[in-house]
């Protein structure tokens, strides 16, 4: 069986091994000749942990803690929002196809993201119970932070440690705490500007817009702060790339997206996908659809890439939105076209034709639709659709993306928009 295989295997039945953070501590032993006689001395004493030659390892933990839950989230995610349609057998189960999340489908979401959650909260406790270098101390907080603000954008309900179901918004609020410390601990730019443009993304969320702005105004828009794949290790491969790399999985496609011809009509860089002649279709037939024509994305193009979890340029589609919840559309619509005009197609070398809207509900549907490209393929759609929702904002969704839009989009009616607690976990834990 080819590594590939196994590793499908694995994925098909759930299993989440590989994505083991900090719960093996592996020490290499060189010995002398050819002597390979190993000692297995059980396992490692916690206080290791508190010792400061261990903590830059131990924050390492939280980032791929996090990675590993983005590569489970984004998959699924991309595909119930229809930013990708699922063209392969892997991953994507029918029900998130069509976007729906059934509790029985939804453990490795939970339980990824939570161990990223656990693993940065005990890495700040940790490291406060010993008063440790405040920088490093800064650092769990604002992985952590990105954690909580994972869980809040995509879960129905907050749960901690086996506790009641509370309001989704506890993890926000927990974001925005731990997003807070690290401002205010760090000296360091680039972890202040991360943790501010994080805080802004989730005060965009719980509805405050006075501080979501106040953070984003303070974020420069060349500023981007990423988490971190690598394509040496397979057990730290960016699963979107990895599962249209053709090697051999096709599992989704760009087709019957709204990308699908928005890239060839405007050469936009940041959607960009291509096609292979002697592949013209994914893997199997999707119950539904049938043969999906393969339209693979080219936004990561090597398992290593690494995916935005805040940027500058967001930090402008924040201050033009807030300026949209005051009915200043115009504003809002310079803001939105300076980004967007920055940008040179593809295809003529030219800047990219701004939107045009004539009231606040066109400047809505323009804004909607821009930050659905900015954003493309970085787990953070359903979050939108769900906050826009709730809302009741005005301006209408893509087509392919509402599937009350009267258009073939595959997807169910009464689709979600968030992701339900694992009914396995439910029947252990109070509600």
Same mark, same amino acid.
């Given at each position: 069986?080819? !590594?590939?295989?196994?590793?499908?295997?694995?994925?098909?039945?759930?299993?989440?091994? %590989?994505?083991?953070?900090?719960?093996?501590?592996?020490?290499?032993?060189?010995?002398?000749?050819?002597?390979?006689?190993?000692?297995?001395?059980?396992?490692?004493?916690?206080?290791?942990?508190?010792?400061?030659?261990?903590?830059?390892?131990?924050?390492?933990?939280?980032?791929?803690?996090?990675?590993?839950?983005?590569?489970?989230?984004?998959? /699924? *995610?991309?595909?119930?929002?229809?930013?990708?349609?699922?063209?392969?057998?892997?991953?994507?189960?029918?029900?998130?196809?069509?976007?729906?999340?059934?509790?029985?489908?939804?453990?490795?979401?939970?339980?990824?993201?939570?161990? @990223?959650?656990?693993?940065?909260?005990?890495?700040?406790?940790?490291?406060?119970?010993?008063?440790?270098?405040?920088?490093?101390?800064?650092?769990?907080?604002?992985?952590?932070?990105?954690? $909580?603000?994972?869980?809040? /954008?995509? #879960?129905?309900?907050?749960?901690?440690?086996?506790?009641?179901?509370?309001?989704?918004? %506890?993890?926000?609020?927990? *974001?925005?705490?731990?997003?807070?410390?690290?401002?205010?601990?760090?000296?360091?730019?680039?972890?202040?500007?991360?943790?501010? @443009?994080? %805080?802004?993304?989730?005060?965009?969320?719980?509805?405050?817009?006075?501080?979501?702005?106040?953070?984003?105004?303070?974020?420069?828009?060349?500023?981007? !702060?990423?988490?971190?794949?690598?394509?040496?290790?397979?057990?730290?491969?960016?699963?979107?790339? !990895?599962?249209?790399?053709?090697?051999? $999985?096709?599992?989704?496609?760009?087709?019957?997206?709204?990308?699908?011809?928005? $890239?060839?009509?405007?050469?936009?860089?940041?959607?960009?996908?291509?096609?292979?002649?002697? #592949?013209?279709?994914?893997?199997?037939?999707?119950?539904?659809?049938?043969?999906?024509?393969?339209?693979?994305?080219?936004?990561?193009?090597?398992?290593?890439?690494?995916?935005? &979890?805040?940027?500058?340029?967001?930090?402008?589609?924040? /201050?033009?939105?807030?300026?949209?919840?005051?009915?200043?559309?115009?504003?809002?619509?310079?803001?939105?076209?300076?980004?967007?005009?920055?940008?040179?197609?593809?295809?003529?070398?030219?800047?990219?034709?701004?939107?045009?809207?004539?009231?606040?509900?066109?400047?809505?549907?323009?804004?909607?639709? /821009?930050?659905?490209?900015?954003?493309?393929?970085?787990?953070?759609? &359903?979050?939108?659709?769900?906050?826009?929702?709730?809302?009741?904002?005005?301006?209408?969704?893509?087509?392919?993306?509402?599937?009350?839009?009267?258009?073939?989009?595959?997807?169910?009616?009464? %689709?979600?928009?968030?992701?339900?607690?694992?009914?396995?976990?439910?029947?252990?834990?109070?509600?």
């Amino acid at each position: 069986m080819s !590594f590939q295989d196994d590793r499908a295997e694995r994925d098909r039945g759930g299993w989440t091994g %590989r994505r083991t953070v900090l719960g093996t501590l592996m020490v290499l032993v060189a010995t002398a000749g050819c002597d390979f006689d190993v000692s297995n001395p059980g396992p490692v004493a916690d206080d290791l942990l508190n010792n400061p030659a261990s903590h830059g390892a131990v924050v390492g933990g939280i980032q791929r803690a996090l990675s590993d839950a983005w590569n489970e989230v984004a998959l /699924e *995610a991309s595909a119930a929002t229809r930013e990708i349609v699922a063209s392969g057998n892997l991953n994507i189960s029918v029900a998130q196809g069509r976007g729906i999340f059934e509790p029985d489908e939804s453990n490795g979401m939970w339980s990824d993201v939570h161990n @990223a959650i656990w693993v940065g909260d005990d890495a700040v406790r940790r490291f406060a119970e010993i008063d440790a270098d405040p920088e490093i101390l800064a650092e769990a907080h604002l992985w952590a932070g990105f954690a $909580y603000r994972m869980a809040g /954008e995509h #879960f129905c309900q907050a749960v901690f440690n086996g506790g009641p179901a509370e309001p989704h918004t %506890r993890y926000l609020e927990g *974001a925005v705490d731990h997003f807070t410390n690290a401002a205010e601990l760090t000296n360091r730019s680039e972890i202040e500007m991360a943790a501010l @443009a994080g %805080r802004a993304t989730a005060h965009m969320t719980l509805g405050n817009w006075g501080p979501a702005v106040n953070d984003a105004i303070q974020v420069p828009e060349d500023f981007a !702060f990423q988490t971190k794949f690598a394509i040496e290790d397979p057990d730290q491969w960016n699963d979107i790339a !990895f599962f249209v790399a053709n090697q051999p $999985y096709r599992v989704h496609s760009v087709w019957n997206t709204p990308y699908e011809e928005y $890239y060839p009509d405007t050469g936009d860089p940041r959607t960009q996908w291509n096609e292979d002649p002697n #592949f013209p279709f994914g893997e199997v037939e999707r119950p539904g659809i049938g043969n999906v024509p393969w339209k693979f994305q080219l936004k990561y193009t090597t398992m290593g890439d690494n995916v935005d &979890l805040v940027t500058g340029r967001e930090m402008r589609l924040i /201050e033009a939105e807030a300026l949209l919840v005051d009915d200043e559309w115009e504003e809002a619509m310079e803001i939105v076209n300076a980004l967007r005009t920055s940008q040179i197609s593809d295809t003529t070398g030219e800047p990219l034709e701004p939107w045009s809207a004539s009231s606040l509900e066109e400047a809505w549907t323009r804004f909607k639709r /821009e930050r659905g490209i900015e954003l493309w393929l970085e787990a953070r759609r &359903l979050n939108d659709l769900r906050r826009w929702d709730a809302a009741g904002t005005p301006g209408d969704l893509h087509p392919l993306e509402d599937p009350a839009s009267g258009v073939e989009t595959f997807l169910a009616p009464d %689709r979600d928009l968030c992701v339900p607690y694992p009914r396995t976990s439910c029947r252990r834990t109070p509600t």
